[in-house]
Structures are given as structure tokens and as C-alpha cells.
């Protein structure tokens, strides 16, 4: 076969379908289609879903290329329609419902496609009525899940993992007459936001679950806001799938939307998956209805006790000749003024006064915390003292010698236009000076009377003290110090009165093994210094903020 009908993201949509019954109009018997990502992940769904819509056999599999059979009793100029008892669930799904129910109110989300209801009943009778007299399939989870999604909507059939298959929120109501965020009460005692515990907890939970939903559209979500609020009585997460392949699509709008329009906590959201907590103030439909039912009545309890008080006082001054002064002493009018004076006066002055002294609160343990780290850290750093303490005591140099060679301003010159046009060096790597760098040069001078030194330090003082060093335990002559674009070079002269040492490595000085140990435990010990500083610059800008929110709560405190 010299060619194919290509599937794209979206599935087999109905322009695949239309290519292949091309193919079978031209006379082909076979059609093949090329599945992509992500339906190509299940070739076994992809083909279920094939055979479904073409009404078609698949009877060879390669690779991503599925290969469907039209059939010996194909008919042209035809509306193809070969459905499949198996496939009969299946179909059902698609039809959407004509009503779901929301809350406890009795409420029921009307589609528009309800009219297709009657003629699903009408052609798919017998072969529901052979479906069940066939024996049960499927785990009681997997019938149970079937049934809860069956009642939320129409199954979405495209879907590209194996089933249950979500359902189609696209096909949900875009607008539900009535519908309004739902009423919320968080349990006593409980936080209503969740810990870090928590949020970890629920997303572990949620990965194993079915997906729920299948969306492509980013607006208009009441239907599938109502069918979540009613998944939400029986799952404490929903679980909603991006349709992959449609354009313009927005999973953070998405997200937002549903999560204003149905009160919950989204716990994850990606370009595949948005996950909703129902919360832990979530109360279903009827348990909400009967707590607003019963805080009215407690309210309409209240006005009617302060009523009969302020009749039964009326007529006791009428009868008595009592003072027409009123008393409010434990009344529900006592109550409410004491809120009107007080506590909704001083909302704003309390709120304030809260949250300085959680910033007082979070200042003082940041401030503890920094002052732990900064002793560990003087802790760490007088060990780092002691460990150099004690490998400096192990390196003895040598004293300047008093009966020192003189040169002349000509011969110094020679030597240094010798060592600068000189290829062999002498390199002093991170541990610096010890017996192997002297033993080094010492070779040199055995076949020419300069040697040039590179070092990498960048600071005068230090290129200096490395020079000087040099020229004390040699026991040379140092001709200069030249600067080179990236390092500096110290050029040394073994002198006239040359005479190679017996032994060509220094006891006095530390063995490589112990300058490498004390180049990193200098490093280590200028890295803590440098952090050591950072944090008692945070600890003085920690207590100066302290000192300022103490004054603000001082300043805000009312006087007794």
C-alpha cells in the first residue's frame, strides 16, 4: 500500500473516518491509518475505537500503522453503520444524558442533545437486551466506576489509555439555570487549609484513581462544575484529563474557572492533568441544605425571643408604672451591639495587631535559627584554625641567607630576556610551595642556569611571598616578577657558586600530600568566614526589624 490516513492528536476524528471510506470507495478492500502520539501509546484502544467508528474489521498491526478491512458486505453510497454487541456500552456513552442531577435541590442540567436519547433506545434495544442476558464482565470497582461515570454524562470515546472512559465534559452544559458556588462550613477545630503532609498524601492518592473528566474548552464550565460537585459526595478528588490536540487550550484558566465555581483546592495541574481536592468544609447537597435551613431558623428563634421580651416589658410599664428605661442586660439586642461597638470596630485595628505579632513570632525564630547557624559555623572555623595550626607547625622554611651573590644591572637583564623567551616552566598548582616544587627546580638548574616559575595568584602581596619564599629555600637569585595575560611568572637564577644539594627534596617543608590538605582546608576556612559574615549582617538586620514590630505593637496595643 502506497499510502495512508494519518490520525492527529485529536484521535480518529471524523475527517480520519471519511479517508478511509474514500480509500474503500475507490475499491480498496484494505485502508491503512497511521496512529501518532498519544493514541499510539494503546494500540489496543486505538483499535477498538476504529472498528467503532468505521464500522470496519482491523486485521493487521505494524508498528504505528493499523490496517482496516471494510468488510465482505460493504455497500457504497451507504450510511455505514456496523456496530458491534461488545461495542454497545460503548455507543451508549456517547449519547449525552438528558438530565443530571445537582445538589439536593432537586435541580437537573438539561442538554441539547437530549433528543437523541429515543433513537438510541430504538436502534440499540435488542442488543441491550442480549447484553444483559450475557454473564457480569469486569471487577466490582471497575462495574462501580462504570456505573458513577455513567451517571455524570456521556463517556468521552477518544480517550487514549485503557478504561473505564471519562467523561466527556465538552459535552456537559455550558450554562445550568440556578447554579452558584456551593455553601461551605469547615468543622470546628479543623484548618482549612491543607499541610504539606497532606498535600502530598492526597496526590499519591490520586494518581492510582480513574481519570474522571476528559476537557478541551477553557470557558463555560457550569455542567462539568455541577457534575464534579456531585462526583465530589462520593470521591473525596477529581481527576480531569486536557484533550490533546485542541487548539487554544488553557489548563491554567482552566483550572482557575472550575476552582471558583465549585470552592475546591487544585492540588495538581499540568498540560495533561488538572486534580481537584473537594476540601475539608465540603458539605454534600443535602447536609448544606439542612445547615442554612437550621441556621435561619436559630436567627428567626432570636428575633422572636427579643420580640416577646419587648412586648412582656411594654406591658409591665403599662401595669406597674415601672421606668420607661429599657434594659438590655442578656438580650440578643445586647448581643448585637456589643458586636456593632466592638468587634466589628476593632476588626481591622485587631487584624492588624494579629499580624504583626505573627511577624514577631516568625522574626524571633528566624532570628534563633540564624544565631544556631552562625555558632556552628565560628565552631567549624576554629577546628579549620587548629587543623592549619597544626600543619603549619610541621613546615619549617629556611632563614634569608646574609652572604648573598650580586648582579649587575646588564647580567639581571640578560637573565630576565633568558626566562622570558624560555619554554620549560615550573607550574604551582593549588597546594603551592612544598618539597616537590623545590625538587623541581633543582632539575632545571641542573642543565641551565634560569628557571621560570608560573603562578596563578592574582594579589601582589601574595605573588611577592611566593618569590621571596622561592628564592630562600633554592638558595637563588630572583632576576624579576613579569606579568602575562592570565598569571604572573617569577624567574629565578641558580647563581656562579651553584652546587646541587645532596638531597633534592627539603625535609623542612610539607610533602604534597599535606599541601593539598592545607590549600583545601585554607579554602574551607575563607568559604566560612565569608558565610560567617553574611549571617551576622542578618542577624543585626533581624533584629533591627524586630525592634521596629515591637514598637508597632506597642504603639497599636490599646492602654487599660
Request: a positive charge; charged letters at 30%.
Amino acid at each position: 500500500m502506497g499510502r495512508w490516513a494519518r490520525a492527529k492528536k485529536a484521535g480518529v476524528t471524523e475527517e480520519v473516518v471519511d479517508d478511509l471510506r474514500r480509500e474503500w470507495a475507490r475499491g480498496e478492500e484494505l485502508a491503512a491509518v497511521r496512529i501518532v502520539e498519544p493514541l499510539c501509546r494503546n494500540m489496543d484502544r486505538a483499535r477498538e475505537i476504529l472498528e467503532i467508528k468505521t464500522g470496519g474489521l482491523v486485521v493487521w498491526t505494524k508498528g504505528d500503522i493499523h490496517f482496516v478491512y471494510r468488510g465482505s458486505n460493504y455497500q457504497q453510497n451507504t450510511n455505514h453503520s456496523h456496530y458491534f454487541v461488545s461495542d454497545a456500552q460503548n455507543m451508549k456513552h456517547n449519547v449525552p444524558t438528558t438530565q443530571l442531577e445537582y445538589g439536593n435541590e432537586g435541580e437537573m442540567l438539561t442538554n441539547a442533545n437530549s433528543k437523541a436519547d429515543d433513537a438510541f433506545q430504538e436502534k440499540y434495544q435488542s442488543i441491550c437486551g442480549q447484553n444483559d442476558e450475557e454473564p457480569v464482565k469486569g471487577t466490582l470497582y471497575e462495574r462501580e466506576v462504570n456505573r458513577l461515570l455513567d451517571s455524570l454524562g456521556p463517556r468521552f470515546v477518544d480517550w487514549w489509555w485503557n478504561t473505564p472512559l471519562p467523561v466527556d465534559a465538552d459535552l456537559l452544559p455550558e450554562f445550568v439555570p440556578g447554579f452558584k458556588t456551593p455553601f461551605r462550613q469547615c468543622p470546628p477545630g479543623v484548618r482549612p487549609t491543607l499541610a504539606d503532609e497532606e498535600l502530598t498524601y492526597l496526590r499519591k492518592l490520586a494518581q492510582p484513581l480513574p481519570t474522571h473528566f476528559a476537557l478541551g474548552r477553557n470557558t463555560r464550565l457550569q455542567g462539568l462544575a455541577a457534575a464534579i460537585l456531585k462526583l465530589w459526595e462520593k470521591s473525596l478528588i477529581a481527576k480531569i484529563a486536557v484533550k490533546v490536540g485542541i487548539q487554544n487550550t488553557n489548563n491554567e484558566q482552566m483550572a482557575w474557572n472550575l476552582k471558583h465555581l465549585t470552592g475546591g483546592t487544585v492540588i495538581l495541574r499540568n498540560k495533561d492533568f488538572i486534580i481537584l481536592y473537594r476540601g475539608k468544609d465540603f458539605l454534600p447537597g443535602g447536609v448544606a441544605q439542612t445547615v442554612i435551613q437550621r441556621e435561619a431558623q436559630v436567627h428567626d428563634e432570636q428575633v422572636k425571643e427579643e420580640e416577646a421580651r419587648l412586648k412582656a416589658v411594654d406591658s409591665l410599664q403599662m401595669v406597674g408604672g415601672l421606668s420607661s428605661e429599657e434594659s438590655s442586660v442578656g438580650t440578643f439586642r445586647e448581643y448585637q451591639n456589643f458586636q456593632a461597638d466592638h468587634v466589628h470596630g476593632n476588626t481591622e485595628n485587631s487584624n492588624t495587631i494579629i499580624e504583626l505579632e505573627a511577624e514577631k513570632h516568625r522574626l524571633e525564630k528566624e532570628l534563633k535559627d540564624q544565631e544556631w547557624k552562625l555558632s556552628i559555623l565560628n565552631k567549624k572555623i576554629e577546628r579549620s584554625n587548629q587543623a592549619l595550626a597544626k600543619l603549619h607547625n610541621s613546615w619549617s622554611p629556611l632563614e634569608e641567607s646574609a652572604d648573598k651573590e650580586l648582579l649587575t644591572e646588564e647580567e639581571k637583564a640578560m637573565f630576565r630576556m633568558i626566562g622570558r623567551k624560555m619554554d620549560g616552566l615550573v607550574l604551582l598548582g593549588r597546594r603551592g610551595i612544598f618539597d616537590g616544587v623545590i625538587e623541581e627546580i633543582h632539575q632545571h638548574w641542573k642543565h641551565k642556569e634560569v628557571v621560570k616559575v608560573i603562578t596563578k595568584q592574582n594579589q601582589a602581596r601574595q605573588i611577592m611571598y611566593t618569590a621571596n619564599l622561592l628564592e630562600v629555600e633554592t638558595g637563588g637569585i630572583l632576576i624579576a616578577v613579569e606579568k602575562l595575560p592570565t598569571s604572573h611568572s617569577i624567574i629565578l637564577y641558580r647563581g656562579k657558586n651553584y652546587h646541587r644539594p645532596e638531597k633534592s627534596s627539603s625535609s623542612n617543608l610539607l610533602t604534597k600530600r599535606e599541601a593539598l590538605r592545607r590549600s583545601i582546608e585554607v579554602q574551607r576556612r575563607g568559604s566560612m568566614k565569608y558565610f560567617a559574615r553574611e549571617r551576622q549582617k542578618s542577624i543585626l538586620e533581624l533584629k533591627r526589624r524586630l525592634r521596629y514590630v515591637a514598637r508597632q505593637i506597642k504603639y497599636r496595643t490599646p492602654r487599660s
